[in-house]
């Protein structure tokens, strides 16, 4: 820019000191036509008077043009290049949810999640790419190995409420490993977060087992669900069809499970659905078992886990 600026001013004024009416008399009156011609702001109170002053005018008019819009787009960059390492680096939200790895399963879950009329938790991906894939204000992002513990240091894990660790299957790691690095993120959650809630996703049943033993709380196998879905088609047309409906976003009843707010802890659960009464009660989780049918006299008791169908409106009192 100060190129342009002394040299432009230094050719205006040797080409218009010495005419008669000219009124680049002086050197500071050229970088004052200059600095007008270079910023297009053009009072027009200085202007050269030959054709030779004109076209220097015209050359300095393109280069400062070209100019301002790389040092505009530069600060532009700069700037956003501080907003995004502030909320890349910078971390420090709490009770928030965790994506470790993106792949499809990973995309198809924030996509269920944004979709969400009711946005109950902050979420957070963690991922080896080099900018955030998902192009949406509801969902934050540190770049980075999700089994890497300064990673996860930077994503804030120790006050995380919950982290889905799907399989990393866009490394280099080989796909009979891919089940490996997935128990060592639970390990390295676990040891930075001991309560989380670890919902981890592995390729091969046969390490459901060591999946749980690192610190997941559920295990989904990726073939089995296949299977199943395939097998229930076969014996219940449009079964699954039904299921998948309940379970993705969108309008209509979903599945739902909620932790019952400790307001409610002694109801019994036929008082329970009276005040909640749109919903259709499926089972009660207590101590990992699973009670179906739930009888109307029994005691919703701490930590009890209900599973339920309800249109979204209808549950905003279980979410407070």
């Given at each position: 820019m100060m190129t342009i600026v002394l040299?432009?001013?230094?050719?205006?004024?040797?080409?218009?000191?010495?005419?008669?009416?000219?009124?680049?008399?002086?050197?500071?009156?050229?970088?004052?036509f200059v600095f007008q011609t270079v910023t297009t702001v053009g009072y027009g109170d200085v202007v050269p008077i030959n054709l030779t002053g004109r076209i220097i005018a015209i050359i300095i008019m393109l280069?400062?043009?070209?100019?301002?819009?790389?040092?505009?787009?530069?600060?532009?960059?700069?700037?956003?290049?501080?907003?995004?390492?502030?909320?890349?680096?910078?971390?420090?939200?709490?009770?928030?949810?965790?994506?470790?790895?993106?792949?499809?399963?990973?995309a198809n879950?924030?996509?269920?999640?944004?979709?969400?009329?009711?946005?109950?938790?902050?979420?957070?991906?963690?991922?080896?790419?080099?900018?955030?894939?998902?192009?949406?204000?509801?969902?934050f992002f540190t770049p980075g190995d999700?089994?890497?513990?300064?990673?996860?240091?930077?994503?804030?894990?120790?006050e995380a409420k919950r982290f889905i660790v799907t399989a990393d299957f866009n490394s280099d790691v080989p796909v009979k490993l891919t089940d490996a690095k997935t128990i060592l993120n639970i390990f390295q959650i676990r040891k930075l977060n001991s309560t989380a809630e670890i919902i981890a996703q592995v390729a091969n049943s046969e390490n459901v087992t060591n999946a749980r033993s690192a610190g997941a709380n559920e295990v989904?196998?990726?073939?089995?669900?296949?299977?199943?879905?395939?097998?229930?088609?076969?014996?219940?047309?449009?079964?699954?069809?039904?299921?998948l409906k309940l379970l993705s976003s969108g309008e209509g009843p979903k599945i739902y499970s909620v932790k019952i707010p400790k307001k409610y802890?002694?109801?019994?659960?036929?008082?329970?659905?009276?005040?909640?009464?749109?919903?259709?009660?499926?089972?009660?989780?207590?101590?990992?078992?699973?009670?179906?049918?739930?009888?109307?006299?029994?005691?919703?008791a701490e930590n009890d886990v209900i599973y339920f169908i309800s249109e979204e409106n209808?549950?905003?009192?279980?979410?407070k």
């Open positions: 040299t432009g001013s230094y050719l205006e004024y040797i080409s218009q000191a010495n005419l008669q009416g000219s009124q680049i008399k002086s050197p500071e009156l050229a970088i004052w280069a400062g043009i070209g100019t301002v819009s790389t040092l505009t787009a530069s600060t532009a960059a700069y700037m956003t290049n501080i907003k995004l390492k502030h909320k890349i680096r910078k971390v420090r939200m709490k009770n928030h949810t965790i994506i470790c790895n993106y792949n499809d399963y990973s879950i924030i996509s269920n999640y944004i979709n969400r009329k009711l946005k109950i938790d902050s979420l957070l991906l963690i991922a080896n790419l080099k900018e955030n894939p998902i192009k949406s204000d509801y969902v999700p089994a890497d513990e300064k990673t996860l240091e930077n994503a804030n894990a120790a989904i196998t990726l073939n089995e669900l296949s299977a199943l879905v395939i097998s229930k088609s076969i014996m219940n047309p449009k079964l699954p069809d039904f299921v802890v002694g109801y019994k659960i036929g008082d329970f659905t009276k005040v909640f009464n749109k919903i259709i009660l499926l089972s009660v989780l207590k101590d990992d078992t699973y009670t179906f049918p739930v009888e109307n006299n029994y005691d919703l209808e549950i905003k009192g279980l979410l």
